[in-house]
C-alpha cells in the first residue's frame, strides 16, 4: 500500500488559500509533497515539471497524484460563495472556474472574442463564426 516511505505525494490544488488546508492534511499523511501548482484543478508544471516529479517517485515505489478544485460553500449555504477571514466581502470561490466557465458561455453564446490561439488548440479555423462554437460545445456535452 501506499507509505509515506514509498509514496511521492505529488499536488495540484488551486492556489486559492482556502486549498491549502487539504494540502496540509495530506502532507501530515504523507509527508512534504511535490507540488505541480495549479488554478481551477489544472496543474501549471507541464511536461518538464511532470518529468522533474516523476524523478522523485521511490523505487519500487509510487506516485499519489492529487488534484482538486476548490468550490466556496458559504454560511448561508450558498455554493460558490465563501466568507474569508478578515475580508467583508463575500466571495465567489472558485473564481478562476467562474470565470472560465463564463468565457466557454461566452463563446457559445456569440459573446466572447475568442484568440487564434485558442482557435488553434480547439483545432477551429482561425476566423469562424459562434455557429461553429455552439455546435462544439454542444457536441461535447
Same mark, same amino acid.
Given at each position: ?9 505529488? $499536488?495540484?490544488?488551486?492556489? +486559492? ?30 511536461? $518538464? ?8 517517485? #521511490? ?16 454560511? +448561508? ?31 457559445? +453564446?456569440?459573446?466572447?472574442?475568442? $484568440? #487564434? ?8 479555423? $482561425? ?15
Amino acid at each position: 500500500g501506499f507509505t509515506p516511505a514509498n509514496t511521492l505525494l505529488a $499536488t495540484s490544488f488551486c492556489a +486559492d488559500e482556502l486549498a491549502r488546508i487539504l494540502e496540509d492534511e495530506f502532507n501530515t499523511v504523507y509527508g512534504h509533497n511535490f507540488n505541480l501548482g495549479g488554478l481551477s484543478v489544472f496543474p501549471f508544471a507541464g511536461n $518538464t515539471g511532470f518529468g522533474a516529479m516523476s524523478a522523485h517517485i #521511490p523505487d519500487d515505489g509510487f506516485c499519489l497524484l492529487v488534484h482538486a478544485p476548490h468550490a466556496g460553500i458559504s454560511k +448561508d449555504g450558498v455554493i460558490g460563495k465563501v466568507e474569508r477571514s478578515g475580508i467583508a466581502l463575500v466571495d465567489n470561490c472558485c473564481g478562476s472556474a467562474i470565470a472560465a466557465s463564463n468565457y466557454l458561455k461566452g463563446i457559445t +453564446d456569440g459573446g466572447a472574442k475568442i $484568440t #487564434p490561439k485558442l482557435h488553434a488548440v480547439l483545432g477551429l479555423p $482561425t476566423r469562424c463564426c459562434s455557429r461553429a462554437h455552439s455546435s462544439i460545445w454542444k457536441a461535447t456535452q
